[in-house]
């Protein structure tokens, strides 16, 4: 199970894409008409050929070795309410507040029945805080009324809680069970697979399929995080920081910066 970040213990995290000492141009001095070749020599040539994918792995293992949720939680049902408020918003404001929310609301009873209005206003940083407000009281609800007040662990029974899609649910599974159901397609995912020639589709569902395919499950859940990290942290959406990254030679991608 991936290690997670608790609200009163510290974690030891590591370190972003350590630069790999040599520039992006002499990096790329590697490259043959057959594709791109190893340290060893050997070309691992485009897509996502076994060899490759092995490569990309290893090279995320090297960076991130420890990557895991940054949702700060200390139990599945914390972490299910904290994806929820995540989308279209960053873990550090979801953090914020859900450090003053969990005290208040410990458990799914708690959120079921809460007053809407209060509610709304305690997650209003997060963006969308009507919709999510009937997310979590709805989820929080079916939590108590039809599984006994535990987060169901199943991807199927995850599905029927209102605001839970595969993300979500890869996400609890992942890092509230250590239950390797999926990959977990964020926009960080979905961004990085495409640069890194890792599937030609850009359906969040589809994706997850073509990494599924290609990631050994014992890795599904490590990866996904991986991935994320390394999109904050080097791989950037606007300027990606090539110059940085030790995934550089095994990278097509048209926008990468010199």
Same mark, same amino acid.
């Given at each position: ?26 990096? *790329? ?6 594709? %791109? ?8 040539? *485009? ?6 994918? %092995? ?46 929310? #969990? ?5 799914? %009873? ?9 509610? =709304?206003?305690?997650? %209003?940083?997060?963006?969308?805080? +009507? ?14 009324? =039809? #599984? ?42 979905? +961004?990085?697979? =495409? ?21 050994? *499950? ?41």
């Amino acid at each position: 199970m991936a290690r997670t970040k608790t609200r009163n213990g510290k974690k030891k995290t590591a370190g972003a894409g350590k630069s790999t000492g040599r520039s992006a141009k002499s990096a *790329r001095g590697g490259a043959t008409a057959g594709g %791109r070749k190893s340290a060893g020599g050997l070309p691992l040539g *485009r897509g996502p050929n076994p060899q490759r994918v %092995r490569a990309i792995l290893h090279r995320l293992d090297e960076a991130y070795p420890e990557a895991s949720c940054e949702l700060i939680h200390e139990n599945p049902f914390e972490l299910l309410i904290s994806t929820i408020l995540s989308a279209q918003c960053t873990d550090v404001t979801v953090n914020i507040v859900t450090k003053e929310l #969990f005290p208040k609301y410990p458990d799914a %009873r708690a959120l079921a029945y809460a007053d809407p209005r209060a509610l =709304e206003q305690e997650i %209003r940083p997060t963006g969308f805080f +009507r919709n999510k407000t009937k997310s979590i009281m709805g989820a929080s609800k079916k939590i108590v009324e =039809e #599984f006994g007040g535990k987060v169901p662990q199943t991807m199927e029974e995850l599905l029927t809680l209102p605001g839970v899609a595969r993300k979500t649910a890869n996400v609890v599974l992942g890092s509230g069970f250590g239950i390797a159901s999926g990959i977990v397609v964020d926009t960080h995912v979905q +961004r990085l697979s =495409e640069r890194l020639d890792l599937t030609k589709n850009t359906d969040p569902k589809k994706i997850e399929q073509d990494l599924m395919q290609i990631i050994l *499950r014992e890795k599904w859940i490590l990866f996904s995080h991986q991935l994320i990290w390394h999109g904050r942290r080097v791989c950037n959406a606007r300027k990606p920081k090539c110059a940085e990254c030790n995934l550089e030679r095994l990278c097509y991608s048209k926008d990468k910066t010199s």
